[in-house]
């Protein structure tokens, strides 16, 4: 059961609205099923004698009182409104349920507490059968305001207890932390353009994507407007700083033809500019990636701090845990976007999934995330995927999205659970996909057997424990050609499998192989780290094997340049 809280200042204009047609002619017998006083408030619903404007009057008694006692100006925003609406597949439920579960919300939100003679007038309105709608005026019997605080947090309390007792689906339980839904009329507005999604929500994934992938506010801002979004920004009155943005979608005007806005917090509480702000820090912007011609370790850094955070979540750093979550976020879009092919598609389901486990009610630290951040970023600017990195890294992702989902369930956060696993579903579906035909690739290009059976003796000694299941893998074949693979690139295959055997435990891997497979990919080639190290100590090279940005030169003193001519 999900009650959606709003004000307003216009009585009338709202029961015209509940006991007319609907918007679409989806009112069907509007009629009240509970009130203040059944006796005292007419229905026009099924009273014809009864009009609007009599049951506007008796709504607003206490509102015309209060309204001469302050000289002829009425309270602002003395409308409350409170539509109740029951998940589909629930059960039907009478007028007699609907009017008690209306008691028990005008009870809990403050509005009309039971058995409080000078409580807000209200009624309720059932004009269909999965939902009502309760309207109260919010001035008491005394002239004082109801105690409204936090109104809509005390209703959903109270709709996770009715779903319970009335036997209805129960929903997740929220920390107001979720974005705003789109409306009725955003709805409407998509369906009659024919849009599958409403601008609201188009919008939020847009931002979402572009703040993952660039480095700096003003590119932020420079991207949106690029992909033809219109920018607003609110500048401070002192400091003639940017406060507060809002985005309008392209083509979406209201009927005078002008665009229609939304603030950055208004489309997800972490796109507003404060928080922007906090994973957006200013610094050097580059055209490229820094890691130069070597477009592998983009994805070997992005893969190896995707490892890193999952020993975060396993910690009792909760601030630093949710710092990671919001990385990751960015960099599944960022993954997402750097990869082609059929399994693109479940990447960007994901992305878009994980969005609400990205965020909780816990603050997040985002410093402790930078080396998560920066390497997602990387990834964007990559122009390729360098074959089995590429599956590697969203192997990587999978296990971490499945741990995000743990850590939100062991901290009783339902719906960022939920979003955790659903995003965890696409994103095997995606790794699925992807990694079939990389898989086979490797099996057919198996090594002879001589030299299987030397690395079968090199699993078994490195890793006696779980040597068996490894060999009984069905990737196994596959690890072999990866191993001969890695000995090429200068690894030594049994000091190889200790080193990637240790990094995280392999007792609930259910293809032990595949683990190990994947670990090895990413793994950085030997001979090339040489040959980098010995061209940077050279001074032949300044390519940065790091994840922090290139620093500034200092100028360089006389004596300095005579010594190096």
Request: hydrophobic residues 35%; aromatic residues 6%; positive net charge.
């Amino acid at each position: 059961m999900v009650p959606d809280v709003s004000t307003g200042s216009n009585t009338r204009g709202l029961i015209a609205y509940l006991f007319g047609p609907g918007r679409r002619d989806e009112h069907t017998d509007p009629h009240i099923v509970a009130a203040w006083d059944m006796a005292g408030a007419s229905d026009p619903g099924r009273d014809p004698e009864a009009s609007y404007t009599q049951l506007a009057k008796r709504l607003d008694h206490h509102v015309d009182l209060r309204t001469r006692e302050l000289g002829g100006k009425k309270p602002p925003q003395h409308v409350w409104h409170c539509p109740l609406r029951t998940a589909p597949g629930d059960r039907y439920l009478t007028d007699a349920e609907w009017a008690e579960v209306a008691r028990r919300i005008v009870h809990a939100t403050g509005i009309a507490p039971g058995g409080d003679e000078k409580a807000c007038r209200w009624i309720a309105v059932r004009h269909a059968d999965d939902h009502i709608h309760i309207m109260a005026t919010t001035v008491r019997a005394d002239g004082r305001c109801p105690r409204t605080h936090r109104d809509g947090q005390r209703a959903q309390a109270e709709c996770r207890k009715i779903e319970a007792e009335f036997g209805l689906r129960r929903l997740k339980s929220g920390d107001l932390t979720a974005p705003r839904t789109p409306t009725g009329a955003e709805r409407a507005k998509a369906e009659r353009q024919g849009q599958t999604v409403t601008a609201r929500h188009w919008l939020r994934e847009q931002a979402y994507a572009v703040a993952a992938a660039v480095r700096t506010e003003a590119d932020y801002f420079t991207v949106l407007q690029s992909l033809g979004i219109k920018v607003k920004t609110r500048l401070g009155p002192e400091t003639g700083d940017v406060i507060g943005y809002s985005l309008s979608a392209p083509g979406d005007t209201n009927a005078a033809g002008e665009p229609v806005w939304y603030g950055g917090s208004k489309l997800a509480p972490d796109l507003s500019i404060n928080r922007l702000r906090e994973r957006l820090p200013d610094q050097e912007v580059v055209d490229r990636p820094r890691y130069g011609a070597n477009l592998a370790d983009p994805w070997r850094h992005t893969t190896t701090a995707i490892h890193a955070a999952r020993i975060v979540l396993d910690s009792d750093d909760d601030a630093a845990a949710q710092g990671h979550l919001a990385a990751f976020g960015d960099a599944l879009y960022n993954v997402a976007s750097a990869t082609t092919g059929p399994h693109q598609a479940e990447l960007r389901a994901a992305a878009m999934a994980f969005n609400r486990a990205r965020r909780s009610a816990t603050r997040a630290d985002h410093q402790v995330a930078t080396a998560l951040r920066k390497a997602a970023k990387e990834l964007a600017y990559a122009s390729n995927q360098p074959g089995g990195l590429a599956i590697a890294l969203i192997f990587a992702t999978v296990h971490l999205a499945r741990a995000a989902a743990k850590w939100h369930e062991q901290r009783g956060h339902e719906q960022q659970a939920a979003a955790a696993e659903e995003a965890f579903r696409h994103l095997q579906a995606g790794y699925q996909q992807a990694a079939a035909p990389v898989l086979a690739d490797l099996t057919c290009r198996a090594p002879r057997a001589a030299t299987a059976r030397r690395f079968e003796q090199d699993v078994r000694a490195t890793l006696p424990d779980h040597a068996d299941r490894i060999l009984a893998d069905p990737t196994w074949t596959a690890l072999t050609t990866t191993l001969a693979q890695a000995e090429t690139a200068g690894h030594n295959p049994r000091r190889l499998l200790a080193e990637v055997g240790t990094q995280r435990e392999l007792d609930s891997a259910e293809h032990p192989a595949e683990v190990l497979n994947w670990r090895i990919t990413a793994q950085p080639n030997r001979r090339t780290q040489a040959a980098r190290s010995r061209s940077t100590t050279s001074g032949t090279s300044s390519m940065s094997v790091t994840l922090r940005p290139p620093a500034t030169p200092a100028a360089t003193r006389p004596e300095e340049r005579s010594r190096h001519r």
